[in-house]
Structures are given as structure tokens and as C-alpha cells.
């Protein structure tokens, strides 16, 4: 398969790394996708995948949790982004053929939204790679309506789109905005829906979150309004009482050693002009999801 990419000065992370110029080489994969499509509130998450690239270039590559420049461990490759076909059916369609051919190629695809209906289309080669796939969602919605505003795949229905694949369980982190219909399916469903509310974040157990992940891939889903709004304000709809940064990369560390991160997204950053520390929040998160999965998690 042949991917074209991004020059290093446009790619994610450092234009100097040393291994820019071997895209080919590089384990991870960084794929721009600028999906919006079935936005209902605030705008701009198509320009989220350029803010985050230019906010990478900031970015310092040595971890000093893992006390090295992790990248070197694994590479990193930036695809050209698309022109993204319409309507969003064509779209996901599209996304599921890029991240098949990653996935083909044996490398570790990481999806830049755009909206997160996205995930509906990123999550196809996954589902039909692994019998056993569980989803990692943070997140301030639980995505689990049946549809929204007449769009079938909204951003609204992201989760619900995943789980119509009938081997996949979701484990979701900092719901704190959800619908009665979503209530009842998860009532209807304990055995594959696995929800831990925001409410409850003061006596969270990490271990408890990450038992169901244990010895399983793991396809992590980032919706960055999971973080809590006065942190997080760039993106459609800041939800108060979030997950703070740290808490976060808590939980996803104990992803990692429980199970196999295989893939992810980061999606529904709406940048604020002037404000890029949103963007380079984005950014570091992506690293350090990359970092985790593909690197490890202790000092070495």
C-alpha cells in the first residue's frame, strides 16, 4: 500500500525528529480527518486535525515520565489529509478504507477529528480484526442515541453506532450528560456497557475502571470534551465537572498495562483563535496516547 504524507515541517510533532524522513519506517500513523458533519451546537471541529498538528510542533519529544524521547521507540507518520466525501455515510465509509489499510500494513492508526461520529467509521477494520475489541471512551456524552437531529450517524449516536457491532463492549469515563432513551439502553445492557459518571469521579477506582479491559485490544476514543469545561472550553459543548488532565492520563496509563491499545481517535476540538494552549493540550494527549500504547508506560 502507498500513503502519502505530510512534508516533517507539516507532520505531527518535532519537524527536526530524526526519523521524519523514513515515513515508511514509522509504526504510528497520524491521520487527519476533519469530519463535521451533524454538529448541534458549537462549530470548528473540522479545523481541529491542522490545529493539532501546528500545536505538535511545540511540543518537547522527551517524556519525562517515561524519562526518554519516546517517539524514537516506535515513529511517527502524518498522512495527507483528504478531501472528505459527503454526506457523512460516504465519509465514514472513506475513514474505514484509510484505517484498513493502516491496520494492513501492521501500524497503529491514530484518527484527528473532526466530530466524533467519526469513531462509526474508524471502528469497522477493528471490529473485524478483533472478536474480543473493547472501547475506551472518555467522554462528557454518552453518544448513545439511536440517532439525532435526523442524522443516523450524529456525534450524538457515536457509541450507539459502535456497539451495533454486537462483539464490541464499551467502557465509558465522565458521563455527565446523557438521555433518558440512552439510560434505558444501558440499563438494558450491563453486560457490554460499562459507564463510570462524572459524578462519582471522587471515588473512582482506576483498577475497577480498567478490569474490563484486562488481557483485551483496547480502541480508546477521546472526545476532548471529556475533559472539564473550564479546562477544555475548545470544543462544541464544555461540560462542567470533567475529568482533569491528569486524571486522564491516570486512566489511560492503566489502560495500557491492562490491556493492548490498538488504535485511537481524539476528537471535538473547536479551536479558539488566540488561545492555542487548548490545541497544545490536544496535542500532548495525543503524544502521550502514542506513548503509552506503542512505547510503554514505565521509565526504562
Known sequence: MTFTYLPPDQAFLDRDRADSAHPNKAKAVVIPFGLEGTVSYGTG??????????????LELFDEELWREAVHDYGIATLKPVDITT???????????????????GRFPLVLGGEHSLTAGAINPFAASYRDLVVLQFDAHADLRDGYQGHHYSHAAAMRRVLDHEHVSLVSVGIRAISEPEARFIEANPKRVH???????????????????????IYVT???????????????????????YLQAL?????????????????????PIEGLHVFDYTTAHLCYKILNYALSGTKRR
Open 45 to 58: 471541529t473540522a479545523r481541529g486535525p491542522a490545529a493539532i498538528l501546528e500545536a505538535s510542533h511545540q
Open 87 to 105: 454526506p457523512v455515510e460516504g465519509a465514514l465509509k472513506q475513514l474505514s478504507g484509510i484505517v484498513e489499510k493502516v491496520l494492513e500494513a
Open 195 to 217: 459507564i463510570h459518571w462524572g459524578k462519582d469521579q471522587r471515588s473512582w477506582d482506576i483498577a475497577e475502571i480498567v478490569k474490563p479491559l484486562k488481557g483485551r485490544p
Open 222 to 244: 477521546f472526545d476532548i470534551d471529556g475533559l472539564d469545561g473550564a479546562q477544555m472550553p475548545a470544543t462544541g459543548t464544555p461540560t462542567p465537572y470533567g475529568l482533569q
Open 250 to 270: 491516570d486512566i489511560l496509563r492503566a489502560a495500557a498495562e491492562a490491556g493492548t491499545i490498538v488504535g485511537a481517535d481524539v476528537v471535538e476540538l473547536a
